[in-house]
């Protein structure tokens, strides 16, 4: 569009008219500066033509506005117009005219046939573009105006319309629209209205200036003829324009404001539709948010339902731990840590106070979750550049250590957020921070604060007295800083690190007005000594091989896989030990071991003491100690070595035939004896002596108690080995080693120290045998109910009262014994000492009852003997089972048992062996002269027909029951004693030739 339109500002609302110059019409006056048309395009003007036109600032900015929105997309090219049109029409109804002043028929009143749809630039276009003649193309007829009701046709439009601008009619540019046009004239009613006209740009035509309207392939000019044209008066033209000029004007006022409504609506729309669709994502995303959110919380409350309704339950069992019969402490299973549950009033307040300062200061008065500490915290922490103030609050890390675990994700935190609230609506304050005292881990294998106080600072539990209530300011200040990070904050492993959380917390409780800076630099005095950390005595053993075997016991007891799941178990576990005498009887085996290990080659002893009236375990000794691996300390020979008895195995066999009816004057020979041995090797065994020597004539008693092998295997025979093992198994010998033989008599079988001291126990109790046990009651820690207690066994009765009184009555007889161990052996429990007794001295003698025993090659010592109290089983030799030099029972095991069996009866009234009754005490004399008195049962007491009597005389003492005494010597199961056993017997008729048939064994 040309950019030089001449336009001028008009007010259309004062009233004022527009002047065309050159015309008839009076001049009206004009505003300022008017628009002149390009000179090159108006060098012959025309006079009816105006030039210029003045528009009001509102109109022009509407005209700008089009032109510049119609040229922005204008596509310049030549194409018929529907002017052209008109000028062809026109043209052809000159021809045909013949005259030619005869008026042209209007266009509408015929119909133009068009074969297609022709552009016109009133088809929706801007009211810019007009047709334009030259000036000298004009008609000197004057035209009737129409009335102002009536519609111009478009040619006299087009004739009006050239007032309205400076330039000359020889250019055609872009008409108005139609829907423009309608207001100015009829529209030709012969279009049809299904063919509409396309809008396209259209370029400026220029027409020959002079030349009248003809159709675009005319070859010649043609004079236009002249047409007769209504007049009108100026006024009406000036008034008609500025009419049209201000609907046109407002039109495209409306239509530009419609067009920046309807550009400001689709923006509001966009923009609606944009919120909209966030709306609806943020409803949609918020609604399965809130779907997903619910659902994540219903399935968290439904998982965790049960464990948070049972928290305490959840909490982590103590670990094992065992005290002997007086509650002294023997050991704590720490192979899985250490943990102690306790209370909340058991704790120190000073510890509580600085928990809370450090961990959440505002736990008293929070819901359980703190927002504004999380990022208090964060934002100190990272001030400080360490940790110095967990975010989490103290119910959180409790549902964390107890329910959810500590897994660094997501889902676990959200689930301890979603379950904080809860817990903090069930619990109380106190009950939470009890069982997040009992809880949280403080490094050094320490579960809970209890522990915690026992692995840094030795504090040990007390009756009534627990170890977190006796806790000081800088001990609890110091264990306070450590939950937060253990492997950093550990003052044993990091001692500059751990001081500086200390000194932390310190400041934290300053702060928050728990204590003073007096008390804080006090606090730090202290933990700045170098005794301020210790360990506790309690984490030692004191006990190994007597708590191993209580562990076996508990895994049977419960009927557990291993001893792993009692870590953890929750057990205290009370014993039958008595660690203080076990401490004493330890050192005097430590002492006796160390006088004969250098000349005897002796390095290890083993000992148990056994209550056999209710089979409770006094002591247990595995080794003389546990830790020296020289002498394989650690192995338990008591409970888990298998040892030949040596002639302590005996008695059972003794006792055997005194079920049979024989008693213990039942004469017996001392003499080579060879017995078949079937499946056996060698075929025959022929026994000897430890002394390589035969004594000849002699009673049961004697030969028991001076330990001779021959005579007892001639009582094995008569009795039958069968007979001998089912009784030595009903008294207690439930597992051994080897084949039951003849040589079992002499200790041919291997047996547990254990089992043959209560076994030799059921003797002393009358005949009946009461099992041996270790744990006498196991309380559960969390719940303080007693899971299990020892029921009083009354035991089983194996042989009778009488006959375990006859044995007890032989193996405390110190007369007999006295020609192989003389009388003042150590098997006697007198008070004094040794040389005393040689003196003549002897003390109180409290009655025992003991028999000695020594294997071939000396391998083993053993001695097992009994009061009316205890009975007490010592075993003396080397683990690796190498021989010692020259040392018999009596002097390797029995010093031992006679040592340690004072100090286990001290304090015990002294009684003597009760006589249940139902045996009969009578004197007997052998056809061979021997005569002896001693307890029979009732109907066995033996008579005999006397031969000729031949008096002989004999060196024998003052015979005892079944005994004389002897002149001491040296000896004790000596292999070369002196041969002084015929002088022990009172012979009254001199041994028949043949013995045989005359009572003798």
């Given at each position: 569009?040309?950019?030089?339109?001449?336009?001028?500002g008009?007010?259309?609302?004062?009233?004022?008219?527009?002047?065309?110059?050159?015309?008839?019409?009076?001049?009206?006056?004009?505003?300022?500066?008017?628009?002149?048309?390009?000179?090159?395009?108006?060098?012959?003007?025309?006079?009816?033509?105006?030039?210029?036109?003045?528009?009001?600032?509102?109109?022009?900015?509407?005209?700008?506005?089009?032109?510049?929105?119609?040229?922005?997309?204008?596509?310049?090219?030549?194409?018929?117009?529907?002017?052209?049109?008109?000028?062809?029409r026109?043209?052809?109804?000159?021809?045909?005219?013949?005259?030619?002043?005869?008026?042209?028929?209007?266009?509408?009143?015929?119909?133009?046939?068009?074969?297609?749809?022709?552009?016109?630039?009133?088809?929706?276009?801007?009211?810019?573009?007009?047709?334009?003649?030259?000036?000298?193309?004009k008609?000197?007829?004057?035209?009737?105006?129409q009335?102002?009701?009536?519609?111009?046709?478009i040619?006299?439009?087009?004739?009006?319309?050239?007032g309205?601008f400076?330039?000359?009619?020889s250019?055609?540019?872009?008409?108005?629209?139609?829907?423009?046009?309608?207001?100015?004239?009829?529209?030709?009613?012969?279009?049809?209205?299904?063919?509409?006209?396309?809008?396209?740009?259209?370029?400026?035509?220029k027409?020959?200036?002079?030349?009248p309207?003809?159709?675009?392939?005319?070859?010649?000019?043609?004079?236009?003829?002249?047409?007769?044209?209504?007049?009108?008066?100026?006024?009406?033209?000036?008034?008609?324009?500025?009419?049209?000029?201000?609907?046109?004007?407002?039109?495209?006022?409306?239509?530009?404001?419609?067009?920046?409504?309807?550009?400001?609506?689709?923006?509001?729309?966009?923009?609606?539709?944009?919120?909209?669709a966030?709306?609806?994502?943020?409803?949609?995303?918020?609604?399965?948010?809130?779907?997903?959110?619910y659902?994540?919380?219903s399935?968290?409350?439904?998982k965790?339902?049960?464990?948070?309704?049972?928290?305490?339950?959840?909490?982590?069992?103590?670990?094992?731990?065992?005290?002997?019969?007086?509650?002294?402490p023997?050991?704590?299973?720490?192979?899985?840590?250490?943990?102690?549950?306790?209370s909340?009033?058991?704790?120190?307040?000073v510890?509580?106070?600085?928990?809370?300062?450090?961990?959440?200061?505002?736990?008293?008065?929070?819901?359980?979750?703190?927002?504004?500490?999380?990022?208090?915290?964060?934002?100190?922490?990272?001030?400080?550049g360490?940790?110095?103030?967990?975010?989490?609050?103290?119910?959180?890390?409790?549902?964390?250590?107890?329910?959810?675990?500590?897994?660094?994700?997501?889902?676990?935190?959200?689930?301890?957020?979603?379950?904080?609230?809860?817990?903090?609506?069930?619990?109380?304050?106190?009950?939470?921070l009890?069982?997040y005292?009992?809880?949280?881990?403080?490094?050094?294998?320490?579960?809970?604060?209890?522990?915690?106080?026992?692995?840094?600072?030795?504090?040990?539990?007390?009756?009534?007295?627990?170890?977190?209530?006796?806790?000081?300011?800088?001990?609890?200040?110091m264990?306070?800083?450590?939950?937060?990070?253990?492997?950093?904050?550990?003052?044993?492993?990091?001692?500059?690190?751990g001081?500086?959380?200390?000194?932390?917390?310190?400041?934290?409780?300053?702060?928050q007005?728990?204590?003073?800076?007096?008390?804080?630099l006090?606090a730090?005095?202290?933990a700045?000594?170098?005794?301020?950390?210790?360990?506790?005595?309690?984490?030692?053993?004191?006990?190994p091989?007597?708590?191993?075997?209580?562990?076996?016991q508990?895994?049977?007891?419960?009927?557990?896989?291993?001893?792993?799941q009692?870590?953890?178990?929750?057990?205290?576990?009370?014993?039958?030990?008595?660690?203080?005498?076990?401490?004493?009887?330890?050192?005097?085996?430590q002492?006796?071991?160390?006088?004969?290990?250098?000349?005897?080659?002796?390095?290890?002893?083993?000992e148990?003491?056994?209550?056999?009236?209710?089979?409770?375990?006094?002591?247990?000794?595995?080794?003389?100690?546990?830790?020296?691996?020289?002498?394989?300390g650690?192995f338990?020979?008591?409970?888990?070595?298998?040892?030949q008895?040596?002639?302590?195995?005996?008695?059972?066999?003794?006792v055997?035939?005194?079920?049979?009816?024989?008693?213990?004057?039942?004469?017996?020979?001392?003499?080579?004896?060879?017995?078949?041995?079937?499946g056996?090797?060698?075929?025959?065994?022929?026994?000897?002596?430890?002394?390589?020597?035969?004594?000849?004539?002699?009673?049961?008693?004697?030969?028991?108690?001076?330990?001779?092998n021959?005579?007892?295997?001639?009582?094995?025979?008569?009795?039958?080995?069968?007979?001998?093992?089912?009784?030595a198994?009903?008294?207690?010998?439930?597992?051994?080693?080897?084949?039951?033989?003849?040589?079992?008599?002499?200790?041919?079988?291997?047996?547990?120290?254990i089992d043959?001291?209560?076994?030799?126990g059921?003797?002393?109790?009358?005949?009946?045998?009461?099992?041996?046990?270790?744990?006498?009651?196991?309380?559960?820690?969390?719940?303080?109910?007693?899971?299990?207690?020892h029921?009083?066994?009354?035991?089983?009765?194996?042989?009778?009262?009488?006959l375990?009184?006859?044995?007890?009555?032989?193996?405390?007889?110190?007369?007999?014994?006295?020609?192989?161990?003389?009388d003042?052996?150590?098997?006697?429990?007198?008070?004094?000492?040794?040389?005393?007794?040689?003196?003549?001295?002897?003390?109180?003698?409290?009655?025992?009852?003991a028999?000695?025993?020594?294997?071939?090659?000396?391998?083993?010592?053993?001695?097992v003997?009994?009061?009316?109290?205890?009975?007490?089983?010592?075993?003396?030799?080397?683990?690796?089972?190498?021989?010692?030099?020259?040392?018999t029972?009596v002097?390797?095991?029995?010093p031992?048992?006679?040592?340690?069996?004072?100090?286990?009866e001290q304090?015990?009234p002294?009684?003597?062996?009760?006589?249940?009754?139902?045996?009969?005490?009578?004197?007997?004399?052998?056809?061979?002269?021997?005569?002896?008195?001693?307890?029979?049962?009732?109907?066995?007491?033996?008579?005999?027909?006397?031969?000729t009597?031949?008096?002989?005389?004999?060196?024998a003492?003052?015979?005892?029951?079944?005994?004389?005494?002897?002149?001491?010597?040296?000896?004790?199961?000596?292999?070369?004693?002196?041969?002084?056993?015929?002088?022990?017997?009172?012979?009254?008729?001199?041994?028949?030739?043949?013995?045989?048939?005359?009572?003798?064994?």
């Amino acid at each position: 569009m040309p950019a030089d339109l001449p336009i001028s500002g008009n007010n259309d609302n004062t009233g004022e008219t527009v002047g065309i110059p050159g015309s008839g019409s009076d001049p009206v006056a004009m505003h300022t500066t008017p628009v002149v048309a390009d000179e090159e395009n108006n060098a012959t003007s025309d006079p009816d033509t105006p030039t210029g036109i003045i528009l009001s600032p509102r109109q022009q900015r509407a005209l700008n506005y089009l032109a510049r929105r119609h040229m922005r997309n204008a596509n310049i090219a030549k194409r018929q117009t529907y002017a052209d049109l008109l000028e062809t029409r026109y043209n052809e109804q000159r021809e045909s005219s013949s005259d030619p002043l005869t008026p042209i028929p209007h266009a509408r009143d015929e119909e133009i046939e068009l074969d297609q749809p022709l552009f016109s630039p009133w088809n929706g276009g801007p009211t810019r573009d007009i047709l334009k003649h030259n000036n000298n193309n004009k008609h000197d007829d004057p035209v009737t105006l129409q009335e102002e009701d009536e519609q111009p046709s478009i040619e006299v439009l087009a004739e009006d319309t050239q007032g309205f601008f400076e330039t000359p009619l020889s250019e055609i540019i872009i008409l108005p629209t139609l829907d423009e046009l309608a207001l100015l004239t009829d529209f030709p009613e012969s279009i049809h209205p299904t063919q509409p006209l396309i809008e396209k740009p259209t370029s400026i035509v220029k027409a020959p200036v002079s030349r009248p309207l003809a159709p675009r392939n005319a070859g010649t000019a043609q004079p236009v003829p002249a047409r007769t044209i209504r007049s009108r008066s100026a006024a009406q033209k000036v008034w008609r324009r500025k009419k049209i000029l201000r609907h046109l004007s407002r039109k495209h006022l409306r239509a530009a404001r419609a067009s920046e409504y309807r550009a400001s609506r689709r923006l509001w729309s966009g923009i609606g539709t944009i919120f909209l669709a966030l709306l609806l994502t943020f409803l949609s995303v918020g609604t399965a948010g809130s779907i997903g959110v619910y659902r994540f919380y219903s399935q968290t409350q439904n998982k965790y339902e049960h464990q948070v309704i049972t928290l305490r339950d959840l909490l982590p069992q103590d670990n094992l731990k065992m005290y002997d019969s007086k509650g002294v402490p023997l050991m704590q299973m720490t192979d899985q840590g250490v943990h102690t549950s306790v209370s909340f009033d058991e704790v120190a307040p000073v510890l509580i106070r600085a928990t809370v300062a450090t961990e959440d200061k505002n736990f008293w008065t929070n819901e359980g979750i703190d927002i504004l500490r999380i990022f208090r915290a964060a934002i100190d922490n990272l001030d400080s550049g360490q940790v110095v103030e967990g975010g989490s609050t103290i119910t959180q890390q409790l549902i964390k250590n107890l329910v959810v675990g500590n897994q660094a994700t997501l889902s676990r935190k959200l689930e301890e957020v979603v379950l904080t609230p809860q817990v903090n609506s069930l619990y109380t304050k106190r009950d939470i921070l009890e069982m997040y005292l009992n809880s949280i881990y403080y490094g050094q294998q320490a579960y809970g604060i209890d522990a915690a106080a026992t692995m840094y600072f030795g504090i040990e539990d007390q009756p009534g007295k627990r170890a977190a209530s006796q806790l000081d300011l800088a001990q609890a200040a110091m264990l306070a800083g450590i939950p937060s990070n253990p492997s950093a904050f550990d003052p044993l492993l990091h001692p500059k690190a751990g001081f500086q959380r200390f000194q932390t917390v310190l400041g934290l409780m300053v702060t928050q007005h728990y204590i003073t800076r007096v008390e804080a630099l006090d606090a730090m005095k202290e933990a700045q000594s170098p005794h301020f950390f210790k360990k506790a005595p309690s984490l030692l053993d004191r006990a190994p091989h007597f708590t191993s075997f209580v562990l076996d016991q508990l895994v049977h007891i419960f009927g557990l896989k291993n001893r792993s799941q009692l870590s953890r178990s929750g057990m205290i576990v009370n014993t039958t030990l008595d660690i203080n005498l076990q401490d004493k009887i330890q050192k005097i085996a430590q002492r006796h071991i160390a006088e004969l290990r250098a000349a005897h080659n002796l390095t290890n002893a083993a000992e148990v003491l056994i209550d056999y009236h209710s089979g409770a375990i006094i002591s247990l000794l595995g080794s003389i100690d546990y830790n020296n691996a020289a002498i394989n300390g650690q192995f338990d020979v008591a409970t888990q070595g298998y040892r030949q008895p040596g002639s302590s195995f005996k008695p059972y066999v003794y006792v055997t035939a005194f079920k049979q009816g024989a008693s213990p004057a039942q004469a017996i020979v001392d003499a080579p004896t060879t017995i078949a041995n079937p499946g056996g090797s060698p075929a025959f065994y022929s026994p000897t002596n430890y002394d390589l020597s035969f004594h000849g004539h002699m009673t049961m008693r004697c030969a028991l108690q001076n330990s001779l092998n021959v005579p007892a295997v001639r009582v094995l025979k008569h009795v039958g080995i069968s007979a001998a093992m089912q009784t030595a198994k009903d008294m207690g010998i439930t597992s051994y080693e080897g084949t039951p033989g003849y040589s079992l008599v002499l200790g041919g079988l291997g047996i547990r120290l254990i089992d043959h001291t209560s076994a030799m126990g059921t003797f002393a109790n009358g005949g009946v045998h009461v099992g041996y046990y270790a744990v006498s009651k196991v309380v559960s820690a969390a719940s303080h109910k007693v899971i299990y207690q020892h029921q009083i066994d009354q035991g089983k009765r194996v042989i009778s009262p009488q006959l375990a009184y006859m044995m007890t009555n032989v193996l405390s007889d110190n007369t007999a014994r006295i020609p192989e161990f003389f009388d003042c052996n150590v098997l006697q429990l007198y008070s004094k000492s040794q040389d005393n007794c040689y003196n003549g001295d002897r003390g109180i003698v409290r009655p025992a009852a003991a028999k000695t025993g020594t294997t071939q090659n000396f391998r083993d010592n053993w001695t097992v003997g009994y009061t009316t109290d205890y009975v007490m089983g010592v075993w003396a030799g080397n683990d690796d089972n190498s021989p010692m030099y020259n040392v018999t029972g009596v002097q390797g095991a029995a010093p031992i048992w006679h040592d340690s069996m004072l100090v286990a009866e001290q304090g015990h009234p002294i009684r003597d062996f009760i006589n249940p009754g139902g045996l009969e005490q009578a004197t007997v004399t052998y056809p061979d002269g021997v005569k002896t008195t001693d307890w029979f049962i009732p109907g066995t007491v033996p008579t005999f027909t006397r031969p000729t009597p031949v008096p002989t005389p004999t060196d024998a003492a003052t015979p005892g029951p079944g005994t004389s005494t002897p002149t001491p010597h040296p000896g004790g199961d000596n292999p070369n004693p002196p041969e002084a056993h015929p002088s022990v017997f009172s012979f009254v008729d001199n041994p028949p030739a043949n013995q045989s048939g005359n009572g003798w064994w």
